[in-house]
């Protein structure tokens, strides 16, 4: 597997195109905005991200296969990422990655309500293609059943679900230790993702449904506190199953 070197704009480590073993680490619910699509008119779009951290096989005395992650020349891990419309309408490309993830077609009790946390933790292989004919970068175009069937296996990185529903409630006067949790992860957010989320719907909604309950004394103390890094979510033990994860 090669990796291309970009000399412009500081240098930083880029995967080739081909297929990669990875497992999905990070959900990120950046919640419900208006977008247009190829140019079209603006629609209601429900936002997720998902994360995976890319692998590679390693040799081993034992003769079994073994996935690490693989890293750049500094020590971070590579990871690869796709925005999604929250939708399995069989035309959303949430619904066509799935399909293809599984291996198999989604059942009418799947449909009625799927839960995609379940992916967190769940290995793939991802189709990584140029972004376009002039770009080193690239992105994922396809999210596919692994050879040997998918597993739930322990990731180098913490596991995370941003929830935005959680986190609004941090403006709601329903602050907790969940809501809280939640401010740490947005703090760990690039500047442009986390003034996506303060933009959603649900966060606007939230913002202006909170001066009709609090004093502003009270709005003061319910405001996002300054936080200190990622929440701490645990890591995912690894357990090798035959079962198909999700």
Partial sequence: MGLTIS??????????????????????????????YQEGPLRKRHIVYVYWEVTAKQEVDDGE????????????????SKKYTASLNENAALFKDLKSWRGKPFSDEDLSGFELPKVLGVTAELEMVKQNKDSDKVKV????????????????????????????????????????????IAEDMPPWMKE?????????????????????????MMAPAESGGLADLAKEEAAAEEDIPF
């Fill in 141 to 184: 175009e396809g999210v596919y059943k692994p050879d040997g069937g998918m597993k739930k296996v322990a990731t180098k990185n913490d596991i995370v679900q941003f929830d935005i529903d959680i986190y609004a409630k941090e403006w709601t006067g329903e602050s907790c230790q969940e809501s809280k949790d939640m401010c740490d």
């Fill in 196 to 220: 996506m989320i303060e933009q959603s719907f649900e966060i606007l909604a939230a913002q202006a449904k909170a001066p009709a309950q609090m004093t502003p004394d009270e709005r003061k």
């Fill in 65 to 80: 296969e073994h996935w690490e992650p693989i890293t750049m020349d500094d020590g971070r891990l590579f990871s690869a």
């Fill in 7 to 36: 000399s412009s704009g500081g240098d930083y480590e880029n995967l080739e195109p081909g297929r990669y073993q990875a497992t999905c680490y990070k959900l990120i619910d950046a919640g419900t905005r208006e977008e247009s």
